[in-house]
């Protein structure tokens, strides 16, 4: 029998807000322990918490940017449970009125191959809702120890509809969720940080079978590659369980992403009663419209907009775009480059191939990196004015990205502006070029046009590079003309 | 001057110290006297350290000597109920959970008290977590009522009330539930006062249940109840549910407001179980206001008799979920024999709370589990607003309501073992909690063998200043706050 899986993500992202979600203490990664601590965070008898205004506008604008309807009100709730890495022993949440509801993210399937862009589809969510993180438990050989450093940041839970069918699905799901969160500012999305998490909930039914089977919800997907292994061993496993008559039970399972496989958390009847109420600590908040306008104005072109922009606008190819599109920061500093030099498709081509990898090899940000687009625009020039050439720009490059100096400069200290040669001289090596080689001669008198290119390199080769490629490709077919 | 310092109101003491006829060392020294003196008998209290008090005596002798005294409160001795966070002391909630717990910060309306130049004097007894009416659930001790030792002083802030009483501090602070500060008041022949829901900051007051508790003081006479709420109110941006408005100088409004007022008297309120003797001195003070010209009105609060009911699924939920902190991880009582995290709760729990606390969480975890949600807690929401449009609906009438108090005087300690004779006690304070409304107590005669009766007014939301002057128009008439207790 054929299989669908079905699968649904809960995806909690970290919101990034210098304080705490409900106290002033500051929010942030790899402090020493219980060092972001206050008595609201550690639950000292008689605190209470404060809203922060910060992180309602960041899922606000995460709200408005995937789609989804903001609820009028945003109301608080308790859910109770105990557990160490929990202070108070309930986590303020939103329980029965998420302040985000409905909304899609577009995915991107893989293309056939890396430079053919694949399917796109839109993945229905159910919700989006604010709540707060919980600390971290260290577990000892004699005892356990807790860390309240990460409790009480800002998370949002994002919940998919059940709408997604593979593994490669849920991750181009998470992929996509992840740039639109960074492209907000919303959060950083490191997972090794744990500041984006990922549980699944997966079942699987017989292909054209309409209702939904027994589901089973996966945790700890910690990383973006165990999210698509997790849940591709999971589906692979109910249909192991099924096809050897075996049944699917509603349970939540661990999944281990060193070891690949999975084992049993807890079955339906452990099932926590949260028994959620609102919270009495905390008004409800009004969002009218006005501030839902004050953060549509800051709400940036999504990456799969921008993508369809950048095809239209600057006519580059899939293979650029799939490049700087996910990463905000590269693609405004293409567009730059592009507008500076007038010139997008030579201007992409240098930072996606020459920039990134001059970037990575020095390990430093993009921010940080002396070439900016001022650069890259003034090569491009240079370049296509025929200044320098191909193989000296490559040189430029390397130098700029270590001194930050334009391009010109570059080129004039180093000697590596085209000297024009001598019409005559030129015009020597390629009828030498041609005389050397007869077959190509041949070739390109019987109409094959491209057997012109053979008589190029030596011509280049005879210059020590520095012939005008331009000149050198109308001098050989003025002189074949007349051969 | 007087030995009797410590068993005179503020307004007085503030004049001395500002005439400088007595210093606040001196002041303080007669009230840590006096405490050492009696508090054997009445057990007020749960701590008390004579050094900080005396040095923040000195301190407040010093401004004044250079001329920066804070106004009137500055170099009066105030006592702190248990469950209100003072930095650097302890904060036990009359709890073996929270037998050794030291607050690090102070509560609002703490700081408020420093910064007026208060001394803060004490902790103060309740019944464990504020829960009960005798102070008889503290886990340490019960305290008594200084005016028949063999009666309890009410509660939970029955220590606040008792102090007061009895001469261990000036003013105190309580928190009010559901009656906490003004059904002791009554039984022990002083003011107390529970300012409207959001008036006074929750930040630092030990939550027992978040939607109905309120800080307010005891004190000896309206006018100082006054001077202590103008020091403690206002918003605070540490508590969400602390309301903006402005605030007058409500002992300056005490002298504008002059009536004669409209004043509403429910027949709910005058019903089966209310002794005789709290009925006659209630009618007594009824008939006072009459013949000052008020007008006196039946008001009918038709749902009175869901009050005990509601608050015991509200207050009990909102309790289960606030005492989960009490958990023995971070800090509070922690089992020694625990064999892994859950026997951690268990037992650390177990033997941490109270029964009378243990009773309320289960109470509170029952109606909010899945499948008892909607037929309780939601359902006692509504009968809330029910109750609340109640006194809205009266108050269209009238500018205020008159009831007893406590259906009866104080009752001898153990008198009421069954936990639904306990919770009765409330049964005509309930309702201002859970309408959010202001209320006070004041003393308004004695029983014959001499038992303290309390009235209480119940004004309009955030109208403290009309319902002050009403309570002060009655006061100025009587005098039973001269008779002071046997100690």
Known sequence: ?483 | MSSELFYKPVTELSSLLESKKISSVELTAAVVARTKAVDTKVKAFNSFNETDALSQARASDERRAAGQARGPLDGIPVGIKDVISVAGQPLTASSKMLANFVSPYDATVTKKLKNAGAICWGRLNLDEFAMGSSTENSAFHTTCNPYDLERVPGGSSGGSAAAVAAGEAIVTLGSDTGGSIRQPAALCNVVGFKPTYGLVSRYGLIAFASSLDQIGPFSRSVEDAAITLSAIAGHDPLDSTSFKTDLPDYRAELTKRKGPWRLGIPKEYFGQGLDPEVAAAVEKAINYYEKLGCEVKNVSLPHTEYGVGVYYIIATAECSSNLARYDGIRYGHRSKDAKDIVDLYFKSRAEGFGPEVKRRIILGTYVLSSGYYDAYYLRAQKVRTLIRQDFLNAYKEVDAILTPTSPTPAFKRGAKADPLAMYLCDIYTIGVNLAGLPGISVPCGFSQTGLPIGLQIIGQPFQEAELLAIAQTYEKGHDWASKKPNL
């Open chain 1, 1 to 483: 029998m054929k299989y669908e899986a079905v699968i649904g993500l809960e995806v909690h992202v970290q919101v990034k807000t210098r304080s705490k979600m409900f106290t002033r203490v500051a929010a942030g990664y790899g402090h020493d322990e219980n060092t972001l601590t206050d008595p609201v965070v550690l639950a000292l008898p008689g605190v209470l918490p404060v809203m922060n205004k910060a992180a309602l506008d960041a899922i606000i604008k995460a709200g408005l940017m995937l789609g989804c309807e903001i609820a009028p009100v945003c109301k608080w709730d308790r859910k109770n449970y105990f557990y160490p890495d929990s202070p108070k022993n309930y986590q303020i949440s939103q329980y029965d009125q998420p302040i985000c509801l409905g909304g899609n993210v577009e995915i991107e399937f893989p293309g056939s191959a890396r430079n053919v862009m694949g399917e796109h589809k839109s993945i229905p969510l159910t919700r989006i809702h604010l709540e707060e993180d919980v600390g971290k438990l260290n577990h000892g050989a004699l005892e356990s120890l807790v860390d309240y450093n990460r409790a009480g940041t800002p998370l949002m839970e994002i919940v998919s509809e059940p709408a997604m069918h593979t593994a490669d699905e849920a991750f181009a799901y998470l992929t996509s969720l992840r740039n639109s969160m960074i492209y907000g500012g919303i959060s950083d999305c490191d997972m090794e940080k744990g500041q984006l998490r990922c549980d699944a909930n997966i079942s699987i039914r017989p292909v054209g079978e309409t209702k939904l089977g027994t589901k089973v919800e996966l945790k700890n997907l910690n990383s973006i590659s165990f999210v698509r292994d997790g849940i591709a061993h999971e589906i692979a496993r109910q249909i192991a369980v099924t096809e050897s008559g075996g049944t699917i039970v509603q349970e939540t399972r661990d999944y281990d992403g060193q070891t690949g496989a999975s084992q049993s958390l807890r079955s339906k009847e452990m099932a926590h009663d949260y028994r959620y109420f609102p919270d009495p600590d905390l008004m409800p908040v009004k969002v009218d419209d006005a501030w839902k306008a004050r953060i549509l104005a800051e709400c940036p072109e999504m990456p799969f907009e921008k993508q369809r922009r950048f095809f239209d606008q600057y006519q580059i190819p899939y293979t650029i775009t799939s490049v700087l599109v996910p990463d905000r920061e590269l693609s405004d500093y293409f567009e730059e480059a592009a507008k500076l030099s007038g010139k997008p498709q030579a201007a992409g081509n240098w930072i996606v191939n020459d920039l990134l990898r001059e970037v990575g090899l020095a390990k430093v940000s993009l921010a940080e990196s002396k070439i900016k687009p001022a650069h890259i625009a003034a090569l491009v020039k240079l370049i296509d004015s025929g200044t320098v050439l191909n193989n000296a720009a490559k040189e430029i490059f390397i130098e700029m990205f270590s001194t930050g100096d334009l391009p010109d400069v570059i080129a004039e200290r180093r000697g590596l502006k085209a000297t024009p040669t001598d019409a005559g001289e030129l015009e020597q090596w390629c009828r030498d070029s041609i005389a050397a080689n007869a077959k190509a001669l041949a070739e390109f008198k019987g109409g094959k046009e491209s057997a012109i290119n053979a008589f190029k390199g030596p011509v280049m080769k005879a210059s020590k590079g520095r012939a005008n490629p331009k000149l050198v490709d109308e001098t050989l077919r003025k002189l074949l003309a007349s051969l």
